[in-house]
């Protein structure tokens, strides 16, 4: 099992950046596929950005297309996102997840098989 602790989040105007990080211990990070997805109140968790094992790959919503960078760094065990031109339906709580020894179906929220607890941020207009 993956333990992920996610950080950074909070309150931001809009067109402001916040820059999330993803901690993750318990296995070797490199074989874990990481993503980051987001669930505002009455919605479905939707995925926002994925990263492959080698991060040689990456997935971003079409929704956060131009705005969102998701990186990795293997040796600090982290995955990051980055956030620019924060808009207020940006406002979601957001987390991390994991997906052992496999690239496959990250865009895909039911794919993730290890999860963060979850950073708030909220952009104000």
């Known amino acids: 099992q993956v333990q992920l602790v996610e950080s950074g989040g909070g309150l931001v105007q809009a067109g402001g950046s916040l820059r999330l990080s993803c901690a993750a211990s318990g296995r070797t990070f490199s074989s874990i596929a990481m993503g980051w997805l987001r669930q505002s109140p009455g919605k479905e968790r939707e995925f926002v950005a994925a990263i492959t094992r080698s991060g040689g790959t990456r997935l971003i919503a079409a929704s956060v297309s131009g705005r969102y960078t998701i990186s990795r760094d293997n040796a600090k065990n982290t995955v990051y996102l980055q956030m620019n031109n924060l808009k207020p339906e940006d406002t979601a709580v957001y987390y991390c997840?994991?997906?052992?020894?496999?690239?496959?179906?990250?865009?895909?929220?039911?794919?993730?098989?290890?999860w963060g607890q979850g950073t708030q941020v909220t952009v104000s207009s």
């Open positions: 997840a994991g997906k052992l020894g496999d690239d496959s179906r990250l865009s895909n929220p039911k794919t993730y098989t290890d």
